[in-house]
């Protein structure tokens, strides 16, 4: 028989003769080469880090440990990088994760800008996360631009949610057009359930009254030392002083006694809960800064001169402890009356709030649902691990979704 000639057979053709059959053979082999290829994209996911502090060396060492743990997908640091050094490779050929603070260290490449950052990750041959594990403004402000392009984000940032409504808008807009996902849990609370038990009552249809609690781990420190419920409790001074050296405030602690911290979380779960706020200074916010001591030139000129202003304090407890109370710090959002507001409050002995140790947070949610006995979400609220836990806890349900 000739070839490209039927047979007896009419099914059977010769092997090569025919165009069609050549044509079948080649198709064949290419869906097994795309096939090959969309299963290697499917099976992957690429992970960009930006941020290597503390929370940012706690965050590589859970991805180290999820990533040997979670054979697939394959999570593949593909870039990290501090404000002047960074690790990538153009091909976007894994970043090794052993070791990979000090090879970071060493590195010669300084950080490409961010939009040239997210061009890198919107091209890569899977789909791409990119964790902030910044404070940086400059940061949140390219969140629109990397979730536009299918670039999700994964982050404790907090300035990328309690900003201008319209950088608000601008995230949650971007997110819903392309696909790409935002978590942001531990921008409230650490690695506590704040956010996702807010969202899970709202999305429910629960109708939240009510937020209030303990915000900062700092704060909470501070009054429970300064106005414990048993005991006289130490100078405010010297309480702040002991704060600083313990780590839980910040290298200049009037970053943490202004109020902001907590006005910037109380911005998220309000708007979270419906209230257009529009900054974190459009409401009130209670500093304990003396006015006199706002001008100082540093944190340590600042806590040298304020046990001249521990009176003022004491005068506060002590008017606390005349009718069996103590002050406390809190946030609290009225959501029925649009209000939202930051500062000392006075509390029974008893309540949950003044019955706080350490540094814990308690934020308490009153809903229709939950009637008089709010529902209560109580633990430690700082620390680089328990923050980039919720990081991680974030990353992994991103992962889910787009993989």
Known sequence: ME??????????????ASPLLASTLHIRQFGKVLGGIIMAATNQVFV????????????????????????????????????????????????????VVEALANSSKTPPALPQVIDYLAAAPAKSILVDNTSSQDVADQYPLALSRGVSIVTPNKKAFS?????????????ATSGAKVYHESSVGAGLPVISTLKDLVETGDKVTKIEGV????????????????????????????????????PDPRDDLNGLDVARKLTILARLAGLAVESPTSFPVQSLIPKELESCRSGDEFLDKLPAFDQQMEETKAAAEK????????GSIDVAANKVKVGLEMFDRSHPIAALKGSDNIISFYTERYGSNPLIVQG????????AMGVTADLIKVVAQIS
């Open 323 to 330: 009718v069996g109370k103590v002050v406390r710090f809190v």
């Open 215 to 250: 915000f900062s781990g700092t704060m909470s420190f501070l009054f429970n030392s300064f106005a414990p419920t048993e005991g006289a409790g130490g100078k405010w001074s010297d309480e702040v002083k002991k704060a600083k050296n313990l780590g839980y405030t910040e």
């Open 163 to 175: 900003g201008s409504y319209q950088l608000w808008q601008a995230i949650f807009t971007a997110a």
């Open 3 to 16: 070839q490209g000639v039927l047979s007896k057979h009419p099914s059977r053709f010769t092997d090569a």
């Open 48 to 99: 960009a880090v930006i941020g290597a502090g503390g929370v940012g060396k706690a965050f590589l060492s859970q991805l180290r440990n999820l990533a040997s743990h979670k054979p697939s997908p394959k999570l593949k640091l593909c870039y990290i990088s501090t404000s002047r050094k960074a690790l990538y490779n153009d091909d976007y050929s894994e970043v090794n994760m052993e070791g």
């Open 380 to 387: 430690a609220g700082a620390g680089g691990d328990v923050t």
